[in-house]
């Protein structure tokens, strides 16, 4: 059975995507999961720190969905061409992550210029993915990727993936099945790849 914590927020998440957060109210929540305001409240003191709580909320589904263990355990001694599928699986599973849950998708896009998001979560947007920083610094060690900081590597990789994952999702403009997620993760990496570079 779902908590009562994580019953609000996967609650506010849908009433977000209803709505709009503007709109979204601690009334209107009560009313869609019915439960009371004091049940709300008892866990979250304001609309900013529940929506502040479900932005964490989604950066955490999506590092679990990502398996990052798989990249934080990598030897530095592995093949090139295990670390490049690592790669080009890590832009995969984001986009099957969101595709699976459209509601986080539309959350952290319309939420990441918000009033109600804290400036430590706009300074630190990509902190969620700094667990892949040692796994960045192999690729530049091997010389698969090209030196520049792991922000970049990320704020690159993210800022791609979610403009096109808005316009498949959100604005329904396009459609990214399996061949054209292939054809999207060979135009992100080329853009990364260090040129002639030698795959052992």
Known sequence: MIETKEKILLGMLDLVAETGLEKASIGRLCKKIKVSPGNVYFYFSSKVELLNTLYYYCINSLIEAVD???YTEISKDEECTVYTTLM????KKVIYFYKSNPCMLNFIITSKSSCYLSDEIKRGRFTGANFFNSFWEKCKDKGIIK???TEFIIA????VIYEFMKEDIIHKNI???DEKIDILNDLIWSGLYVENRVMS
């Open 68 to 70: 990052i263990k798989t």
């Open 147 to 149: 030196n520049v900081s």
């Open 156 to 159: 690159f990789i993210l800022g």
């Open 88 to 91: 080009e699986d890590l832009v």
């Open 175 to 177: 459609s990214l099945d």
